[in-house]
């Protein structure tokens, strides 16, 4: 409709170990899992990132990451951050690194994604104890020496 600015979409949303920033506004994303496989519960994550890529923001708009846990409570802000469109860029990324996230339960844990504060999508993130983790090397357990 004329007069009327489209709204921005969320292009794609990416959950992984660590996010590093390179040159000419590239990024390298660590460990990018689907799941998060726990030895026991509760239990801390050490490090939790989050990339949000938006396309079609037109002016600054207000991004917010949330985790909620299974119960659907708010168990941590993860980012909040004012985004613009720069340049020839396509869109704007929001983000996010959470450092010791805790986990008390297994489930399905949420996180969603905020743009000037309504709720624009929400993606599964299972969490499950798999118990005590494997020793040696590969499936078959061994040591590296045991390859020679």
């Known amino acids: 409709m004329p007069g009327q600015t489209e709204r921005p979409t969320l292009d794609y949303a990416i959950v992984c170990d660590d996010v590093r920033f390179e040159r000419d506004d590239k990024i390298s994303l660590m460990g990018l899992f689907d799941a998060i496989k726990l030895q026991s519960l509760p239990t ?3 490090r939790l ?12 708009v207000k ?5 909620v846990d299974p119960s659907g ?4 802000q993860l980012g ?8 020839f860029r396509k869109g704007a990324r929001h983000i996010a690194v959470a450092l010791n996230v805790p986990f008390k339960t297994s489930g399905i844990y949420q996180i969603q994604f905020y743009l000037d504060g309504g709720l624009v ?6 969490v499950e104890s798999v118990g005590t983790p494997q020793t040696g090397f590969g499936r078959m357990g061994g040591k590296l020496s045991d390859l020679a």
Do not use: D, F, T, Y
């Not at 991004?63 to 985790?67: A, Y």
């Not at 999508?121 to 299972?126: E, F, K, V």
């Open 44 to 46: 801390v994550h050490p």
């Open 49 to 60: 990132a989050v990339v949000a890529a938006w396309m079609g923001v037109h002016g600054v």
């Open 63 to 67: 991004s917010e990451i949330q985790l």
């Open 73 to 76: 409570n708010l168990l941590r």
């Open 80 to 87: 909040v951050a004012s985004l613009e469109q720069k340049g």
């Open 121 to 126: 999508r929400s993606i599964h993130l299972p």
